[in-house]
């Protein structure tokens, strides 16, 4: 099959770029490598795990409705999968026009595009932040308090609201995705898990919000990958017209106090952070109710958090990732 790839040099579109070529794939990749976090990263992806398969990124920005535009009428794939966005909840309120640009914007213009060149199927990123702390735990796809914490996780409900009434009258099928903390090599350097390795390996700055109670429904990265490989295919059973959302999450919350003493433990040494006030965009607890995506594709994200952080920390020590952590810590906006 082929497929269009958004935010491809980023941490879950360059893992899902190389599995589906690995797949034999054809895939056409975009990102707009963005400054958010240290673009020597995303560019170490791309030279890592997509040039050694000849998939080149190119460069395009999703809010540039033309170049989109332009790209999908030409390369008519068969799947467009949109990842490409502003991520992270904590940007201050005079940088919130970036989340504008890349997830409301940009984010229409991809659906406008899938849509108008009858593209078959649309997935796109949504995230377990469009819930909120009044919906209920575990978190389920028919909740209907959605109040997002936070300005990043209403443009992620946004998306899906807007999906639906494009998707209705289409020939597209539509799946939104909703990622459960996503976490494994080559991931974010905005992110508790990584800061906290990068932490013991390299003695970069780790900031500790609140007092570790908060909870997360940890994913990693393969499984992540391969859920959305499988949520593909099931919507080949599924008529023009259709869209839902699904939870990509395994339903295991654990505390950040328990993976920084999981982290401890596996580094035998000990994350060194300064404390700082809980952040009221952060919800207290995610927790998937997973119960919908085993119904459809029998399986849910299962590897343990012991696991999947034992893999990323063994990644970070290579000598060529360690030397840049400080760098790639000290690089996020
Ligand atoms: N990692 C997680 O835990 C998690 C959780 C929930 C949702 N998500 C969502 O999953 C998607 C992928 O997240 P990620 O963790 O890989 O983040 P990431 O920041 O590593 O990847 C996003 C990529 O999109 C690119 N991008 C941003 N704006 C763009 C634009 N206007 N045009 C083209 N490219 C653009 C960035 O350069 C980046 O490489 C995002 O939509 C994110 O919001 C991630």
């Not at 980023?10 to 794939?25: A, M, R």
């Not at 190119?58 to 170049?67: P, T």
């Not at 640009?101 to 984010?107: I, K, T």
């Not at 994200?301 to 696991?307: N, R």
């Amino acid at each position: 099959m082929k497929y269009l790839v958004t935010g491809a040099a980023g941490f879950i579109g360059s893992h899902l770029c190389h599995k589906l070529t690995t797949e034999g794939n054809e895939v056409i990749a975009i990102d707009n490598f963005s400054d958010y976090y240290d673009v020597n990263l995303k560019k170490l992806r791309v030279e890592k795990l997509l040039t050694p398969l000849q998939v080149k990124v190119l460069g395009v920005d999703i809010s540039d409705k033309n170049a989109i535009n332009e790209l999908i009428a030409s390369s008519k794939p068969e799947v467009v999968i949109n990842l490409a966005a502003q991520a992270g909840v904590r940007l201050p309120t005079d940088q919130i026009h970036k989340y504008v640009n890349s997830n409301l914007v940009g984010f229409s213009n991809v659906l406008q595009s899938t849509v108008s060149n009858n593209i078959p199927y649309f997935l796109y990123a949504s995230s377990s932040s469009v819930y909120g702390d009044q919906a209920a735990i575990p978190y389920t796809e028919n909740e209907q308090k959605l109040h997002p914490n936070s300005f990043y996780g209403a443009t992620k409900l946004a998306n899906e609201l807007l999906t639906p009434t494009l998707i209705k009258s289409s020939s597209t099928i539509a799946r939104g995705l909703r990622f459960f903390t996503v976490y494994g090599p080559w991931g974010r350097p905005d992110m508790a898990y990584f800061r906290m390795i990068a932490n013991v390996v390299s003695g970069s700055e780790f900031n500790f919000f609140g007092d570790g109670s908060v909870e997360r429904d940890f994913t990693y990265i393969d499984d992540a990958v391969n859920s959305v490989l499988e949520l593909t295919k099931e919507l080949e059973k599924r008529k023009p017209g259709y869209s839902d959302v699904v939870n990509l999450g395994g339903g295991r919350p654990l505390s950040m106090n328990y993976l920084l003493e999981n982290i401890n433990k596996i580094s035998k040494a000990e994350v060194k952070f300064n404390r700082q006030s809980s952040n009221s965009n952060d919800a207290k607890k995610t927790m998937s109710d997973s119960s919908y995506i085993q119904s459809l594709i029998g399986s849910k994200p299962e590897t343990k958090l012991e696991d999947g952080i034992n893999k990323t920390y063994q990644w970070i020590i290579q000598t060529d990732i360690a030397d840049q952590l400080t760098n790639w810590v000290r690089s996020v906006q």
